[in-house]
C-alpha cells in the first residue's frame, strides 16, 4: 500500500513537471513572435496583438496560414513562419498568448 501511494505522488509530481516544462517551452516559442507582434504577444499597433486572443482562434489562424487558406498582402510572412511549426508547438505558443492580458 505504501508503495503504491508513493509511485502515485511520483506521477502526480513527474505531470507538474511536464507542465510547468510545456508552459515554459511555449513562452520561448512564443518569444520568436515578439518582434512583429510584440512582447508577450502584446501589438504596439500595426500588427494584430496575439495576447488574450482565444486559443482555439489562434490555432484556427496558424492553420490558415499554413494550408493559404487566410491570404492577403501582409499574410506572406506568416504563410512561411506558419509552415515551421508543429501543431503540437502551435497549441503550445496558441496557449501562452491566450493567458496573456490583452495589449491596446
Ligand atoms: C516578421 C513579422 C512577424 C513575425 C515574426 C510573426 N508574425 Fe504573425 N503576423 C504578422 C503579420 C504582418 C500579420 C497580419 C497578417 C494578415 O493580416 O494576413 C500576422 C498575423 C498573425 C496572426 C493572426 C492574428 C489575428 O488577429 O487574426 C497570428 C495568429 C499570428 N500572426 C501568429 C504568429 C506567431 C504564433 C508567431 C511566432 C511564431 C508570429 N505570428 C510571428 C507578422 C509576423
Redesign the pocket.
Known amino acids: 500500500m505504501k508503495t503504491i501511494g508513493l509511485l502515485a505522488a511520483c506521477a502526480l509530481m513527474a505531470a507538474g513537471a511536464a507542465a510547468a516544462q510545456d508552459r515554459n517551452l511555449g513562452r520561448n516559442?512564443?518569444a520568436?513572435?515578439a518582434?512583429?507582434?510584440g512582447t508577450n504577444g502584446q501589438s504596439q499597433g500595426g500588427?494584430?496583438g496575439?495576447a488574450g486572443?482565444g486559443r482555439a482562434?489562434?490555432i484556427a489562424?496558424?492553420n490558415a496560414?499554413k494550408t493559404g487558406q487566410?491570404?492577403?498582402p501582409?499574410?506572406t510572412?506568416?504563410h512561411q513562419?506558419a509552415k515551421g511549426?508543429t501543431d503540437e508547438q502551435?497549441a503550445l505558443?496558441a496557449d501562452f498568448?491566450a493567458a496573456q492580458k490583452p495589449g491596446k
Request: proline residues 4%; glycine residues 4%.
Open positions: 516559442l512564443a520568436q513572435c518582434n512583429c507582434h500588427i494584430p496575439l486572443q482562434y489562434l489562424q496558424m496560414f487566410r491570404s492577403g501582409a499574410s510572412i506568416m513562419l511549426y502551435i505558443m498568448f
